[in-house]
């Protein structure tokens, strides 16, 4: 059993940044691999980004990349997702994910926990 509770969202203006962190509870957090998931309102949940349980292997949606960081720090059993040169398209409820898996995957049906979630507003 693997709990998931993210933090440091907010208010940003456009073109600002935000650093997201995931933090997991239990021993065996690197064996998972993790990823970023968001939900705008009146949206469908979708993909935004992804780390295998090395760090060796990232993946992101089109939408964020080259804004958009994932990392990991296995000894601390937290995720990131560093956002930057946000965008009001950006504005979600972040939510992070972790999945019993060997390779990264944008399909939410593979990852088995999820964290509540943390608002990001990015106003114009």
């Known amino acids: 059993q693997v709990q998931l509770v993210e933090s440091g969202g907010g208010l940003v203006q456009a073109g600002g940044s935000l650093r997201l962190s995931c933090a997991a509870s239990g021993r065996t957090f690197r064996r998972y691999v993790m990823g970023w998931f968001r939900q705008a309102p009146g949206k469908e949940r979708e993909f935004v980004a992804a780390?295998?349980?090395?760090?060796?292997?990232?993946y992101y949606a089109d939408s964020v990349k080259g804004r958009f960081t994932i990392s990991r720090d296995n000894a601390k059993n937290t995720v990131y997702l560093q956002m930057s040169s946000l965008k009001p398209e950006d504005t979600a409820v972040y939510f992070c994910a972790a999945g019993r898996r060997v390779g990264v995957s944008d399909d939410q049906g593979d990852y088995d926990y999820w964290g509540q979630g943390t608002q990001v507003t990015v106003s114009s």
């Open positions: 780390i295998s349980w090395s760090g060796g292997t990232t």
